[in-house]
């Protein structure tokens, strides 16, 4: 069963840091894209932060120059360093797995952590 389980999240005030991680189990996650995906209350899920097989990163617009994403393959591990942090950075953040098949992309999930960033 693939399991990814996350950590790492918790308040913090405006302009400091956290770090998330997330490890996977049950399979190899060497092929599969990585990302992190929040959501806001009231608000839908978005894309925050992912990185390719092959370690491209890709961010959103308003994380650019304040987030980091990272993966170890080895370790089945990627990890969200977000600093400078904003109060509209709070939500739940989930990791994301995906990896694509014939028909489309699989996508595996964490439970979420909480971050939440008060001014």
């Known amino acids: 069963q693939v399991q990814l389980v996350e950590s790492g999240g918790g308040q913090a005030q405006a302009g400091e840091s956290l770090k998330l991680a997330c490890v996977g189990s049950?399979?190899?996650?060497?092929?599969?894209?990585m990302g992190w995906y929040r959501q806001a209350p009231g608000k839908e899920r978005e894309l925050v932060a992912s990185?390719?097989?092959?370690?491209?990163?890709n961010y959103r617009d308003s994380v650019k120059g304040r987030f980091t994403i990272s993966r170890d393959n080895a370790k089945n591990t990627v990890t969200l360093q977000m600093d400078r942090l904003q109060s509209d950075d709070t939500g739940v953040y989930y990791c994301?797995?995906?990896?694509?098949?014939?028909?489309?992309?699989?996508?595996?999930w964490g439970q979420g952590t909480q971050v939440t960033v008060s001014s």
């Open positions: 990185i390719t097989s092959e370690h491209w990163p």
């Open positions: 994301n797995s995906a990896l694509p098949v014939s028909w489309g992309t699989r996508n595996y």
């Open positions: 049950g399979t190899d996650f060497t092929a599969h894209s």
